[in-house]
């Protein structure tokens, strides 16, 4: 059931196949990395669902990537898919990712998707106004943008005179994200261009923090090619050290497609 989506991700990415469907490599490279040098969350959350995928050539319904260590240039992720509960609909899975034979990550995936029985939808995406009406995001700090930023575009649809992502009282911002070519539909890119509740924190509380992610969680409502994703943040509280929230991911044309979440440690840029 791989798609073109799915080489997409992983040429974005880097990811090599091996001789076991159950075996992928990652070599970290700067593309693939945030502002302090180490690989971007979501591109580790993007390898665990691809290798998941690539291991069973199913769908990803939801997962999530817990990092117990750092990924710098040079370093190679060795990703293993374990099969932990196989079903007629849903299977579990678990992805383990070692550096140099150490743990580096633990990813759960589930894949398969369960006959339709009910359907529904009650989020309203923001009113925003078009990536094209929107300014090119801004950083306190360009020089720490990393080498994956340059190769996402952001758009800040909520913003003030400044152009950086502001956040309203409630805690919620949004901004417009797109990969060169468009989003492919598969839910790795959406764990690419969805790993924004950092951004969010900084939004809310100030540009000089971050939250350096514990962890990262997807879950997949719906798979559609889109030219840009919103990103529609809500931090829900920072406090003692952490900040959490979850991110509505949005077609262009108004289709929920996926919710991330995330807790994060939350210091200084």
């Known amino acids: 059931m791989s798609s073109d989506g799915n080489q997409v991700v992983r040429e974005f990415l880097g990811m090599e196949a091996t001789e076991l469907a159950t075996q992928w490599r990652l070599p970290v490279t700067e593309a693939i990395c945030g502002g302090r040098g180490n690989l971007y969350g979501g591109c580790g959350?993007?390898?665990?669902i691809e290798a998941a995928e690539g291991a069973t050539d199913e769908l990803t319904a939801w997962a999530t990537c817990q990092f117990v260590?750092?990924?710098?240039?040079?370093?190679?992720?060795?990703?293993?898919v374990e099969v932990v509960a196989a079903g007629h609909r849903m299977s579990q899975l678990r992805v383990i990712g070692t550096v140099r034979d150490n743990l580096f990550l633990t990813g759960l995936v589930a894949v398969g998707r369960r006959p339709e029985v009910a359907a529904g939808r009650w989020e309203q995406m923001p009113d925003v106004p078009p990536p094209d009406d929107c300014p090119t995001r801004k950083m306190a700090n360009e020089e720490r943008r990393g080498g994956l930023r340059p190769r996402i575009d952001e758009r800040t649809a909520t913003n003030g005179p400044d152009g950086f992502l502001t956040a309203d009282d409630d805690g919620?911002?949004?901004?417009w994200a797109t990969m060169p070519g468009g989003v492919p539909a598969a839910a790795?890119?959406?764990?690419?261009?969805g790993d924004d509740?950092?951004?969010g924190v900084a939004a809310a509380v100030s540009?000089?923090?971050?939250?350096?992610?514990?962890?990262n969680t997807l879950r997949m409502?719906?798979?559609?090619e889109t030219p840009w994703v919103l990103a529609d943040i809500?931090?829900?509280s920072v406090g003692e050290g952490l900040g959490h929230g979850n991110v509505n991911l949005w077609s262009q044309d108004g289709h929920l497609l996926a919710i991330t979440s995330q807790s994060g440690m939350v210091g200084p840029r």
């Not at 409502?221 to 559609?224: I, P, Q, S």
């Open 234 to 236: 809500k931090v829900h």
């Open 221 to 224: 409502v719906e798979l559609r």
């Open 207 to 215: 540009a000089d923090v971050r939250a350096r992610s514990i962890d």
């Open 45 to 48: 959350l993007a390898a665990v």
């Open 188 to 193: 790795s890119a959406l764990a690419v261009v």
């Open 172 to 175: 919620r911002s949004a901004l």
């Open 69 to 80: 260590g750092g990924a710098v240039p040079a370093d190679v992720i060795d990703l293993v």
């Open 197 to 199: 509740v950092s951004v």
